[in-house]
Nanobody, 117 residues
Framework: QVQLVESGGGSVQAGGSLRLSCIAS??????????LGWYRQTPGKQRELVGT???????IYSSSVNGRFTIARDNAKKMQYLQMTDLKPEDTAVYYC?????????WGQGTQVTVSS
């Protein structure tokens, strides 16, 4: 099992920046071997991909955040980060930290991000 805990959510005005953090614990896998990433969800909608950073450093971002959001990871600290810039009201959502190794996927409890216009 892997426990993921997010922090750093909050409220910000449009155009502002916010950084989310996620710490992993209890992993039976080396964190460095896992794909890490972020998803988000708004009420009544399915959880959607924000982006991922694989163990080899390759990244995938959704088109809605590409160029504005950046995922970083610190394997030694078992941390990953989501740096969000130029935030828009449509970025308002609960953001979930994600980790995957093979067919095993793990989720954090979510942290709310609210962007006001």
């Amino acid at each position: 099992q892997v426990q993921l805990v997010e922090s750093g959510g909050g409220s910000v005005q449009a155009g502002g920046s916010l950084r989310l953090s996620c710490i992993a614990s209890g992993s039976i896998f080396p964190i460095a071997a896992m794909t890490l990433g972020w998803y988000r969800q708004t009420p009544g909608k399915q959880r959607e991909l924000v982006g991922t950073r694989s163990s080899d450093g390759s990244t995938i971002y959704s088109s809605s955040v590409n160029g504005r959001f950046t995922i970083a990871r610190d394997n030694a600290k078992k941390m990953q980060y989501l740096q969000m810039t130029d935030l828009k009201p449509e970025d308002t959502a609960v953001y979930y930290c994600y980790g995957r190794r093979g067919s095993s996927a793990f989720w954090g409890q979510g942290t709310q991000v609210t962007v006001s216009s």
